[in-house]
């Protein structure tokens, strides 16, 4: 696969320090963590695979989804 160099400028000091922080909690390179990042960033989701994340969680209609939230952060008051 051919690969493009990208460049990001003027990124805070404060977002670099995360980043690395990021990259050390999993045991990756700062260069590692960024293009996981940007591998997810980019990658998307298809109806099949969103159908499926729906139904492991139990969702049919968007009613359900709002009562399972809805439950969700009931449970939490408790």
Do not use: N, W, Y
């Amino acid at each position: 696969m051919a690969t493009v160099t990208l460049s990001i400028k003027h990124v805070p000091a404060e977002v670099a320090r995360r980043l690395k922080r990021r990259a050390e909690r999993h045991h990756r390179s700062l260069q590692g963590e960024l293009m996981a990042i940007l591998e997810e960033a980019s990658r998307e989701i298809g109806v099949d695979e969103l159908a499926a994340l729906a139904s492991r969680v139990g969702l049919r209609t968007p009613a359900e989804s709002a009562t399972f939230v809805r439950d969700d952060r009931d449970g939490r008051r408790r």
